[in-house]
């Protein structure tokens, strides 16, 4: 039996730069964590002639082909396995469909599992290539790369997506009072609303591809302020980095409609009247995730629980994809 898992992550700036149709033409550039939460992929070799695919649904197969979840399929005919004997299981921390980049993480950790029956040795850049070819060459899915680069390479790290589609990952190296005080100060809290980022993702997609000009610039100061929230974090500005936060929220809540909604903003709204100094949807948008920086910690999480909504505390996950029980 093998078991991987990849971590989760959040986007701290640049989100959204990291789509093929905006990078490709402009270069792209965002800073991400991967989180102690994560997707988990068990792999287990069979004595039946079939394949057992298990997830929200069950599958039990005989080929390759059959494959309904279009992600095993791809994985499988990738690493090269044409008549596998094998069951598959994926669980996670959790739900998909919430911002953390879940289908990123789920991706890695197959191929991890896969490669790993193989006797394959994958470095993380390669993992997070074929995790991306996969997503966005195979599938054609509208999403940026970021998720399958932070599950692949974990930790806190800045990535530069440039025009020839290489992508640069440098770690961001905080000094541990600053880490220390960062992780500490974020609080995420789940809206109890999934939603597919695949729709808003396109909107954007289409109209960066046909040269919008206020989606250009709307990402080009997201860009922009991305680059100024590495240098606020490197220089231990954390008041800073938050404000930053909040005007990128509001800058991203312009590329669409459906980025947010009633209810989120009257719950952004509250954070920001208990003691948030920034925040924002993690996420393509419209449900998921909300991370807030506040340095009075105790009166957000109350304002925040009397509304119902659900905190869920995180540490950073310096490891990427890895390895569990082989």
Known sequence: ?????????????????????YYEAHGGFLI??????????????????????????MERISTVEE???????????????????????????IP???????SGSFTTALLKALHTLRKNIVHPRELAEQA???ELGLLKEPIGKQDQYVAAFGGMTCFEFRKDGAVLAEPLKLDAETLYNLEDNLLLFFTGQSRSASAILRQQ???????????????RLIKEMATSSRRALLAG?????????????????QRSADM??????????????????????????????????????????????????REVRFRFEPEGTKVVIQ
């Open 260 to 309: 947010s909604s009633r209810q989120i903003d009257e719950w952004y709204d509250l954070a920001r009247q208990n003691g948030a100094l920034g925040g924002k949807l993690i996420g393509a948008g419209g449900g998921g995730f909300l991370l807030f920086y506040a340095e009075d910690k105790t009166r957000l999480r109350r304002a925040m629980t009397r509304t119902g909504l």
């Open 132 to 134: 991306c070819h996969v």
């Open 237 to 253: 500005d954390l008041r800073g980095f938050a404000e930053l936060m909040n005007e990128h929220w509001q800058r991203k809540k």
């Open 32 to 57: 991400a964590a991967a989180i102690d939460k994560y997707v988990y992929i068990t792999l287990h070799q069979t004595f039946e002639q079939e394949l057992i695919v298990k997830y929200s649904r």
């Open 67 to 93: 494959v309904q979840h279009p992600i095993v399929r791809e994985c499988l005919k990738l690493v090269g396995f044409p008549n596998p004997s094998l069951e598959i299981t994926s669980m996670a921390d």
């Open 205 to 219: 997609d289409e109209a960066t591809r046909s040269g919008r000009p206020e989606m250009l610039e709307n990402l």
């Open 96 to 102: 998909a469909g919430t911002g953390l980049g879940s």
């Open 1 to 21: 039996m093998i078991i991987t898992r990849s971590p989760l992550r959040i986007t701290l700036g640049g989100g959204g730069t990291d789509l093929p149709s």
